[in-house]
């Protein structure tokens, strides 16, 4: 059986890394990586030993048409059993897209999130809803995922409840994780004489925000409130890990001009930096999605600058407060979470929602059942009676 792997951005890399690898033990697998996302990926690649089959820096510059053309190519050359993409990009759609023109079966890692409004997240939103329209086998992280797709009309057996593998990426990371590298990284982009100090001696609160629907007021907003935040609480080192998007470099350079010595700026850090500052982190405020997972997986709570989430688990389960940039409400939060050690330490026992770190042992179980693999052999021709007998593990 040969399984193609596609991945473009970092958080997709991170996600599938667990799954090549498992693939790997009972199958052939070859990866191709888009290159979506350029250097930020190059040092997860590196880290998780992942050596991709076409590692495409000529797509950096192609048009989508011209992007679709070469995934193409490359899926004809394969020619593999099954293909399978992870998430929202555009890499996802259009590999899931040029899958379906060529016929070929898809597996959808991290199906059914969902915000059910079109332009948040923008365009994931829509890449995600669109994949589900074409994916024969939808893994889903949760409960609440696989009711979004059943209420869209996709049947009940081929959805498949698996967890998400950024607990099984997490499993597989921190114990390689390394303190020294972390410091060395933070000091090649902030040089501050007071940082190691804050370091040891402060709680430590991450920062980050990137959404395209927070650049302009919200995003000056969030600015605002970081620095009420650190002008407030002394106690603590606010470290901001900056987005190499201008637009949103403009603006918190601009906003930020003047601030308080606890707050600290540094460029985006590589994986294995990021999860040792987050396992380090007291308090996390992001509009990133993929950081919302992470955390939870780490015991850590979380304040969502956003206005909504396609991870609602985070939220009902306990540990993620949905705030935007609504300065009052990220205070009053934060006072909450730093004043109250009850309510702090009751939120740090909660159980993970997005499950025990054997989606990857789950995938590879599903795809070599037997009659996964005879329900492949005869795609296409069998897509009309589609799995007449329930799948089941």
Sequence with gaps: MKALV?????PEIIKLAPIIFKLQEKM??????????????????KFFKITPDFNERTMLHMTEERRSGRIGQIIRAVNPDIVIVQGDTFTTYAAAFTAFLLQKPILHLEAGLRTYRKFSPFPEEMFR??????ADFHFVPTETSKNNLLSEGI????????????VDAANMALPRVNKKNALEE?????HDADLDEMLKNKKLAIITAHRRENIGQPLKDICTTMKRLAEKYKDMLFLWVLHKNPNVREIVFNEMRERPANMKFAEAFSYPTMLYFLDRAHIILTDSGGIQEEVVSLHKPVIILREDTERPEVIDYGLGFLVGADIELI?????????????????????????????SDRVLEFLMSYEVQEYLKS???????????????
């Excluded at 596609?6 to 970092?10: A, H, K, S």
């Excluded at 049947?155 to 950024?166: E, L, Q, V, W, Y």
């Design 155 to 166: 049947p009940a057996d081929r959805i498949f409840i698996s967890g998400n593998t950024i």
């Design 331 to 359: 205070m009053s939060t934060f006072a909450r979470l730093h004043d109250d050690t009850e309510f702090y330490d009751g939120l740090t026992k909660l159980e993970n929602p997005f499950g025990d770190g054997k989606t």
């Design 6 to 10: 596609i991945f473009g951005t970092r």
């Design 129 to 134: 809803r669109l994949v589900s329209n074409l």
């Design 186 to 190: 933070i000091h090649k982009y902030n």
């Design 28 to 45: 052939e697998v070859r990866i191709f990586h888009t290159r979506q996302h350029d250097e930020l990926a190059d040092d997860v690649i």
């Design 379 to 393: 795609y296409p021709q069998n897509v009309a009676h589609i799995f007449e007998k329930r799948i089941t593990w």
